[in-house]
Structures are given as C-alpha cells and as structure tokens.
C-alpha cells in the first residue's frame, strides 16, 4: 500500500510538473497561445500551470530532482510490519488474552522447528539445547520447549540437582526406560516421534508484529546453521 501511494505521487510529479518543464527544455515549437476566455475554467488553472511551469523550467526540475532523491532515500528506509494488536484498544477481551498468554506461557504465538536425526545422540540433543538457550535471548522470544527439555526433567529428577543434559546414549536410554515404568512415552509425543528421529523444538513468541517474527525466524534460521 505504501510503495503503490508513493509511485502515484511520484507519477503525479511526473507527469504534471517534470514533464512540460523538460518539454519545454527541448525546445520544441510552440503553439498559438489559446485565448484564456474561450476555455473552461479548470483548463484555465492547468493553462495557468503549465506556463508557470515553463517559465520556471530549471527550479521545477531541481526541486523534483531533490524530491526524487529524498522518496529513494525514504522507501529503502521503509519497513513493513503489521502488528494487529496495536490496532485494537488495549483494553480488548482478544488483547488482554494475548498478553495474559504471553507472560504465564511464554508465548501466545509460536515459531516450530524441525529436527531430523538420531534425537538419542547427546551431541544432538546438545544442539538442540544450544538453539534454546541463544535463541531464548532474542527481544520477542518467551520460552522454548524440546525433547531435551524433557531429559534434562528426568535426569533432574533421578540424579538430584543435576540439570545437565546425559552426558552419552547409555544415560538417555536409562533415564527412558526408566520413565517408561511408571509414564508412556506418548507423554512426549508432541516433541518426538516413536522411532526418535524426528523432534520438534517450539519457540514461544511475545510479539505480534510480523517484521519481528520474521527477524526471529533469520536468527532461528542463522543459530540452526551454525
């Protein structure tokens, strides 16, 4: 919506004041001057214009030019966003839900990440625990949840106050077995699959704006490819 109004603007100068003046530059033969009385009156104010326009051929060019330059300047700093709850009133059941969701939850939206391998492998769940903790620091981000979440919970729980994640495969499968007694893994479902090749890292998110969203989901994108 922005770029279409500018260029409107911009093809209004254009056309109205940039385009006689350079006509007007190249000399071109002229017509006999029509008689302003015989002309209706909105074609007497363009009249008006246009000879002011050649007349002041050289400062309309400049002061388009100058206009030109400043909208270029302008439209590269242009950032679009849309952030639908600044469009309500803060007081709006929708609104204060919103917010309510993103300080008890961490977030009432969410950015989910796909992780393909052996989830097992403590150098992956290790990965997956360095994603959380770097992409936890970013303005807009809440909580984040993963399998490892889950194992670094049960080693807590059967080791004490240990919050590391296992340290080699034999402790994961012990801490799963272990579990398996008394839970199903089913628990767990929604954070990996039966066969654990495949989990699921999500990313709470405490913005609603879409340009945050999408600079969360480059440095997502950046912090998984590292």
Known sequence: GVYMTAGIVIELLVVMVLLPAILALLQLPRQKKTSLRTVHRITKHLLIMGEWVVTHRWGVVERVAIVL??????????????????????????????????HEFGGAMAIELAVVGDIKDPRVLSAIDKLQRAIEREEGVGKTASFADVLVLLHRAFRGDDSRLPDNREAVAQLLEVYQMGGSPEDFASLVDPSYTHARVIVG???SSSHEHARIYERLREQAET
């Open 69 to 102: 330059i400043i909208a270029v300047i302008g439209i590269t700093r242009l950032r679009v966003d849309l952030d639908f709850l600044k469009l309500l009133p803060s007081d709006e059941p929708s609104v204060v839900a919103t917010e309510r969701c993103n």
């Open 205 to 207: 998110l405490t913005t």
